[in-house]
Protein backbone atom coordinates (compact mmCIF):
# COMPACT_ATOMS: atom_id res chain seq x y z
CA UNK A 1 0.00 0.00 0.00
CA UNK A 2 2.31 2.34 0.79
CA UNK A 3 4.78 1.71 -2.36
CA UNK A 4 1.00 2.26 -4.60
CA UNK A 5 0.79 5.61 -2.57
CA UNK A 6 4.47 6.47 -2.99
CA UNK A 7 4.25 6.32 -7.13
CA UNK A 8 0.87 8.24 -7.03
CA UNK A 9 2.38 10.88 -4.50
CA UNK A 10 5.19 11.41 -7.42
CA UNK A 11 3.08 11.01 -10.44
CA UNK A 12 0.45 13.88 -9.57
CA UNK A 13 3.63 15.87 -7.96
CA UNK A 14 5.24 15.79 -11.44
CA UNK A 15 2.07 16.85 -13.19
CA UNK A 16 2.28 19.77 -10.86
CA UNK A 17 5.89 20.89 -10.62
CA UNK A 18 5.80 20.21 -14.44
CA UNK A 19 3.04 21.94 -15.86
CA UNK A 20 2.47 26.02 -16.50
CA UNK A 21 0.99 25.86 -13.21
CA UNK A 22 3.90 24.92 -11.12
CA UNK A 23 5.74 27.43 -12.74
CA UNK A 24 2.91 29.85 -12.18
CA UNK A 25 3.46 28.90 -8.47
CA UNK A 26 7.10 29.25 -8.21
CA UNK A 27 7.13 32.63 -9.62
CA UNK A 28 4.05 33.22 -7.04
CA UNK A 29 6.72 32.40 -4.43
CA UNK A 30 9.80 34.27 -5.79
CA UNK A 31 7.28 37.42 -5.59
CA UNK A 32 6.20 36.76 -2.62
CA UNK A 33 9.73 36.57 -1.04
CA UNK A 34 10.91 39.75 -3.22
CA UNK A 35 7.76 41.94 -1.51
CA UNK A 36 7.74 40.86 1.72
CA UNK A 37 11.37 40.10 2.39
CA UNK A 38 13.22 43.26 0.08
CA UNK A 39 16.80 42.41 0.52
CA UNK A 40 17.86 45.68 1.19
CA UNK A 41 15.89 46.17 3.63
CA UNK A 42 16.27 42.71 5.57
CA UNK A 43 13.95 41.22 8.03
CA UNK A 44 15.83 40.64 11.63
CA UNK A 45 12.85 39.96 13.50
CA UNK A 46 12.28 36.27 13.93
CA UNK A 47 8.29 36.64 14.56
CA UNK A 48 7.57 38.60 11.01
CA UNK A 49 9.36 35.42 9.71
CA UNK A 50 7.40 33.01 11.46
CA UNK A 51 4.24 34.08 10.85
CA UNK A 52 4.40 35.73 7.13
CA UNK A 53 6.22 32.09 5.46
CA UNK A 54 4.03 30.48 7.93
CA UNK A 55 0.65 32.30 5.95
CA UNK A 56 2.37 31.46 2.86
CA UNK A 57 2.60 27.74 3.41
CA UNK A 58 -0.95 28.15 4.59
CA UNK A 59 -2.46 30.02 1.44
CA UNK A 60 -0.05 27.95 -0.92
CA UNK A 61 -1.32 24.17 0.63
CA UNK A 62 -4.95 25.07 0.26
CA UNK A 63 -4.37 26.24 -3.44
CA UNK A 64 -2.16 23.51 -4.41
CA UNK A 65 -3.61 20.91 -3.03
CA UNK A 66 -7.19 22.16 -4.46
CA UNK A 67 -5.09 22.12 -8.30
CA UNK A 68 -4.22 18.92 -7.58
CA UNK A 69 -7.15 17.36 -6.74
CA UNK A 70 -8.53 19.07 -9.59
CA UNK A 71 -5.64 17.13 -11.78
CA UNK A 72 -6.96 14.28 -9.53
CA UNK A 73 -10.70 14.66 -10.50
CA UNK A 74 -9.76 14.31 -14.65
CA UNK A 75 -10.75 11.20 -16.60
CA UNK A 76 -7.75 10.06 -17.78
CA UNK A 77 -7.20 8.63 -13.81
CA UNK A 78 -10.02 6.53 -13.94
CA UNK A 79 -8.00 3.24 -15.05
CA UNK A 80 -5.33 4.08 -11.91
CA UNK A 81 -8.27 4.17 -9.60
CA UNK A 82 -10.00 1.43 -10.63
CA UNK A 83 -6.98 -0.73 -9.94
CA UNK A 84 -6.31 0.29 -6.66
CA UNK A 85 -7.79 -1.97 -3.71
CA UNK A 86 -8.94 1.23 -1.77
CA UNK A 87 -9.84 4.68 -3.03
CA UNK A 88 -8.54 6.11 0.08
CA UNK A 89 -4.79 5.57 -1.29
CA UNK A 90 -5.50 8.04 -4.17
CA UNK A 91 -6.86 10.69 -1.57
CA UNK A 92 -4.20 10.17 0.69
CA UNK A 93 -1.54 10.62 -2.44
CA UNK A 94 -3.68 13.78 -3.54
CA UNK A 95 -3.25 15.19 -0.30
CA UNK A 96 0.90 13.80 0.34
CA UNK A 97 1.34 15.80 -3.35
CA UNK A 98 -0.15 18.91 -2.36
CA UNK A 99 1.63 19.06 0.74
CA UNK A 100 5.33 18.04 -0.40
CA UNK A 101 4.73 20.63 -3.57
CA UNK A 102 3.45 23.37 -0.96
CA UNK A 103 6.85 22.28 1.28
CA UNK A 104 9.09 22.69 -1.25
CA UNK A 105 7.17 26.66 -2.67
CA UNK A 106 7.90 27.07 1.61
CA UNK A 107 11.52 25.80 1.95
CA UNK A 108 12.49 28.01 -0.90
CA UNK A 109 10.61 31.26 0.36
CA UNK A 110 12.27 29.99 3.83
CA UNK A 111 15.74 30.15 2.80
CA UNK A 112 15.87 33.60 0.50
CA UNK A 113 13.98 35.03 3.45
CA UNK A 114 17.30 34.43 5.60
CA UNK A 115 19.34 36.71 2.82
CA UNK A 116 20.08 39.16 5.60
CA UNK A 117 17.19 37.64 7.81
CA UNK A 118 16.64 36.42 11.19
CA UNK A 119 18.79 34.23 13.03
CA UNK A 120 17.48 30.60 13.31
CA UNK A 121 20.11 29.62 15.57
CA UNK A 122 18.03 29.96 18.47
CA UNK A 123 15.57 28.24 20.82
CA UNK A 124 12.57 29.64 18.90
CA UNK A 125 13.47 28.19 15.42
CA UNK A 126 12.59 24.78 17.07
CA UNK A 127 9.19 26.29 17.21
CA UNK A 128 8.83 27.10 13.76
CA UNK A 129 8.52 23.21 11.96
CA UNK A 130 5.32 22.08 14.27
CA UNK A 131 3.41 24.89 13.58
CA UNK A 132 4.29 25.78 9.72
CA UNK A 133 3.51 21.75 9.18
CA UNK A 134 0.47 21.48 11.34
CA UNK A 135 -1.33 24.48 9.58
CA UNK A 136 -0.30 22.96 5.89
CA UNK A 137 -1.78 19.94 7.04
CA UNK A 138 -4.90 21.36 8.33
CA UNK A 139 -5.03 23.78 5.09
CA UNK A 140 -4.77 21.02 2.88
CA UNK A 141 -7.06 18.82 4.42
CA UNK A 142 -9.71 21.65 3.86
CA UNK A 143 -9.11 22.16 0.33
CA UNK A 144 -9.68 18.52 -0.60
CA UNK A 145 -13.44 19.44 0.91
CA UNK A 146 -13.70 21.74 -1.23
CA UNK A 147 -12.51 20.11 -4.48
CA UNK A 148 -14.91 18.54 -6.32
CA UNK A 149 -13.00 15.47 -6.00
CA UNK A 150 -13.98 14.95 -2.81
CA UNK A 151 -17.47 16.65 -2.09
CA UNK A 152 -20.43 14.66 -2.30
CA UNK A 153 -24.33 16.45 -2.95
CA UNK A 154 -23.72 20.04 -0.48
CA UNK A 155 -21.28 18.27 1.82
CA UNK A 156 -18.54 20.96 1.32
CA UNK A 157 -21.33 23.22 2.00
CA UNK A 158 -21.82 21.80 5.21
CA UNK A 159 -18.19 22.08 6.48
CA UNK A 160 -17.82 25.35 5.67
CA UNK A 161 -21.05 26.41 7.02
CA UNK A 162 -20.29 25.13 10.10
CA UNK A 163 -17.15 26.76 10.22
CA UNK A 164 -18.36 30.13 9.30
CA UNK A 165 -21.27 29.71 11.68
CA UNK A 166 -18.66 29.56 14.78
CA UNK A 167 -16.77 32.27 13.23
CA UNK A 168 -19.55 34.23 12.80
CA UNK A 169 -20.76 33.53 16.55
CA UNK A 170 -17.26 34.32 17.89
CA UNK A 171 -16.63 37.87 16.81
CA UNK A 172 -20.44 38.18 17.36
CA UNK A 173 -21.22 36.33 20.92
CA UNK A 174 -21.80 39.87 22.62
CA UNK A 175 -25.03 40.54 20.72
CA UNK A 176 -25.98 36.98 20.11
CA UNK A 177 -26.78 35.86 23.79
CA UNK A 178 -28.71 39.13 23.93
CA UNK A 179 -30.48 38.29 20.95
CA UNK A 180 -31.15 34.03 22.14
CA UNK A 181 -32.37 35.90 25.41
CA UNK A 182 -35.29 37.93 23.92
CA UNK A 183 -36.39 34.75 21.72
CA UNK A 184 -36.54 32.84 24.68
CA UNK A 185 -38.66 35.37 26.43
CA UNK A 186 -41.35 35.61 23.70
CA UNK A 187 -40.60 31.78 24.40
CA UNK A 188 -41.36 31.76 27.71
CA UNK A 189 -44.40 34.50 27.53
CA UNK A 190 -45.65 31.77 25.32
CA UNK A 191 -45.36 28.78 27.59
CA UNK A 192 -46.95 30.58 30.45
CA UNK A 193 -49.82 31.43 28.52
CA UNK A 194 -50.03 27.57 27.98
CA UNK A 195 -49.75 26.92 31.78
CA UNK A 196 -46.60 25.42 31.30
CA UNK A 197 -45.47 27.19 34.29
CA UNK A 198 -42.31 24.68 35.25
CA UNK A 199 -41.27 24.59 31.88
CA UNK A 200 -41.05 28.61 31.09
CA UNK A 201 -39.23 28.71 34.83
CA UNK A 202 -36.12 26.28 33.24
CA UNK A 203 -36.08 28.84 30.19
CA UNK A 204 -36.39 31.52 32.64
CA UNK A 205 -33.03 30.42 34.33
CA UNK A 206 -31.46 30.35 31.08
CA UNK A 207 -32.24 33.98 30.27
CA UNK A 208 -30.76 35.09 33.25
CA UNK A 209 -27.42 32.63 32.71
CA UNK A 210 -27.39 34.54 28.99
CA UNK A 211 -28.12 38.02 30.77
CA UNK A 212 -25.42 36.99 32.74
CA UNK A 213 -22.12 35.07 32.38
CA UNK A 214 -23.81 33.17 29.00
CA UNK A 215 -21.96 36.44 27.22
CA UNK A 216 -18.37 35.02 28.12
CA UNK A 217 -19.34 31.17 28.02
CA UNK A 218 -20.97 31.82 24.66
CA UNK A 219 -17.95 33.60 22.99
CA UNK A 220 -15.93 30.75 24.69
CA UNK A 221 -17.87 28.10 23.48
CA UNK A 222 -17.87 29.52 19.82
CA UNK A 223 -14.52 30.37 19.77
CA UNK A 224 -13.33 27.38 20.56
CA UNK A 225 -12.55 25.56 17.08
CA UNK A 226 -10.47 28.91 16.45
CA UNK A 227 -8.40 28.39 19.80
CA UNK A 228 -4.70 27.24 18.06
CA UNK A 229 -4.78 29.93 15.69
CA UNK A 230 -4.79 32.80 18.51
CA UNK A 231 -2.76 30.60 20.68
CA UNK A 232 0.21 30.74 18.10
CA UNK A 233 -0.35 34.28 16.86
CA UNK A 234 -0.63 35.20 21.17
CA UNK A 235 3.02 32.85 21.32
CA UNK A 236 4.86 34.26 18.76
CA UNK A 237 3.67 37.66 19.68
CA UNK A 238 4.91 37.22 23.19
CA UNK A 239 8.14 35.23 22.26
CA UNK A 240 7.26 31.90 23.61
CA UNK A 241 4.88 29.22 23.68
CA UNK A 242 3.35 28.18 27.29
CA UNK A 243 2.44 24.76 28.24
CA UNK A 244 -1.64 25.38 26.80
CA UNK A 245 0.06 27.35 23.54
CA UNK A 246 1.73 24.19 22.80
CA UNK A 247 -0.77 22.14 22.75
CA UNK A 248 -2.29 24.42 19.32
CA UNK A 249 -0.26 22.10 16.36
CA UNK A 250 -1.32 19.35 18.00
CA UNK A 251 -4.91 20.02 18.09
CA UNK A 252 -4.83 21.53 14.75
CA UNK A 253 -3.51 18.02 13.72
CA UNK A 254 -6.51 16.24 15.72
CA UNK A 255 -8.69 18.40 13.61
CA UNK A 256 -7.15 17.76 10.23
CA UNK A 257 -7.65 13.93 10.98
CA UNK A 258 -10.97 14.28 11.80
CA UNK A 259 -11.77 15.78 8.47
CA UNK A 260 -9.52 13.54 6.42
CA UNK A 261 -11.41 11.18 7.93
CA UNK A 262 -14.65 12.25 6.81
CA UNK A 263 -13.21 12.83 3.30
CA UNK A 264 -11.93 9.78 3.48
CA UNK A 265 -16.01 8.45 3.98
CA UNK A 266 -17.58 10.75 1.51
CA UNK A 267 -14.82 9.94 -1.71
CA UNK A 268 -14.99 6.15 -0.52
CA UNK A 269 -18.95 5.83 -1.15
CA UNK A 270 -19.33 8.74 -3.79
CA UNK A 271 -20.29 7.90 -7.34
CA UNK A 272 -17.07 9.10 -9.37
CA UNK A 273 -17.82 11.96 -11.95
CA UNK A 274 -14.56 12.60 -13.97
CA UNK A 275 -14.32 15.78 -16.24
CA UNK A 276 -12.77 15.28 -19.30
Known amino acids: MTQRIWVLTRFLIERTLFSLTGVLYVILALVYWRILFPVEQGTP ?8 IGAFGAVMAFI ?3 TTASRANEAANY ?3 VRLPSRVEFLTAVLLSGLLVTGMLQLLVALLALIRGPDLFSVRALDIPPVWLATNILAAVLAVHASDFVTRGWSRVTIYGILAIFLFGQSSSSSLAPWFA ?12 HSWVSTAGL ?5 SWLNGDGVTTLGNVLGFVFWPFRAILEAVINGSFDS ?4 APAVML ?9 AA ?3 ANKDLDFIE
Not at 45 to 52: A, K, P, Q, T
Open 265 to 267: DLF
Open 182 to 193: QRLNSLSVTLIN
Open 244 to 247: NQAL
Open 254 to 262: LYATILFML
Open 203 to 207: VNRLI
Open 79 to 81: PLI
Open 64 to 66: VTL
Open 45 to 52: DIDNYFLI
